[in-house]
């Protein structure tokens, strides 16, 4: 007889079992090598999983039912410890395995370098891809400390390699002077706030490709504690639930998400892995078509 799973926390609720008829791939990428802070994200996938148990099926945003849909819960990606490099090549090889089988990929950090290796191989599939950043931190730096591959530099990697008008990004509000000097120069830069100017800047993009990575710390820390780098002054769960569901509704075509940075061990309310595992239903029932 096989038993209720449903406490196990071994997969986000309601995961069909099959991979092949599931339209999106939930994976975790449970590394934190990198930080320049507090480390821990690498436990986020599992807890956010966890979470997933006390949520309903079904989304009142957008009357649409978790049941009706099909993802598969993968797991989370073997990565070797400490090496950064090899670890964001498996990721890379990953995705690009999950595209090719035609599925949509819904990353959980694990810190935010992981996006790296993802919109690299977005970016092969989909040409004109444009990246919406949701994040305290503009994540713009060119190294840390002499190092490349470090959480505070996937974005200026991306917009290196993609050109910084096609990235978005907003509610940053923290990052060196250069950092926002770049921002401003290069990318469609907006600080501090996420929805209102989400509302002007989506219908100019269209019916493009966009894949949506979004950093946990974005929301302030009464919201969401559990983080590695939390920055005063950031936005309501509510809020970033708004920004999921006015992309959601918007013309563009998401073709990948994923959620990064959430750090369990520094929030015994477990409040911020909720958030997270309700992020992920609507970013689930939202952008999977
Ligand atoms: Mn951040």
Redesign the pocket.
């Known amino acids: 007889m096989k038993l209720d799973q449903a406490y196990s926390g071994n997969v986000f609720i309601c995961s069909s079992e099959s991979y092949e008829d599931a339209k999106a791939v939930i994976y975790g990428m449970p590394m934190d090598y990198t930080v320049s802070y507090r480390p821990g994200s690498r436990f986020g996938p599992a807890r956010i999983r966890q979470a997933s148990v006390g949520l309903e099926e079904y989304s009142p945003y957008l009357d649409k039912s978790i049941l009706d849909e099909t993802y598969f819960d993968a797991g989370d990606l073997l990565l070797p410890f400490g090496n950064a490099a090899r670890s964001l090549d498996v990721i890379g090889d990953y995705v690009r395995g999950l595209l090719k089988d035609g599925k949509f990929p819904i990353g959980l950090g694990g810190e ?1 370098l992981v996006s790296w290796p993802v919109i690299q191989a977005m970016y092969e599939q989909y040409p004109d891809l444009a990246v919406i950043h949701i ?3 503009a ?1 713009l730096r060119d190294q840390y400390e002499g190092e490349p591959l470090s ?1 505070s530099t996937p974005i200026r990697k991306a917009a290196e390699l993609m050109g910084g008008k096609n990235i978005y990004q907003f509610g940053i509000r ?1 990052g060196s002077k250069e950092e926002f000097l770049y921002g401003r120069q290069n990318i469609n830069f907006h600080p501090f706030e996420v929805a209102v100017p989400l509302k002007t800047e989506l219908p100019k993009m269209g019916s493009r490709p966009v894949y949506v990575t979004i ?1 946990i ?2 929301l302030d820390p009464s919201c969401a504690p559990g ?1 590695g ?1 939390a ?1 005063a002054g950031g936005i309501t769960s509510k809020e970033l639930l708004q920004a999921v569901h006015l992309i959601a509704r918007s013309d563009v075509n998401v073709v990948g998400c994923d959620l990064v ?1 959430v750090a369990p061990i520094y929030d015994p309310t477990e409040q911020t892995q909720i958030v997270a595992a309700k992020l992920i239903r609507e970013m689930l029932l939202g952008f999977v078509k």
Do not use: G, K, P
Request: without cysteine.
């Open positions: 935010h994040d305290a931190h994540d959480h923290s950093d710390d974005v983080t780098t920055e940075e």
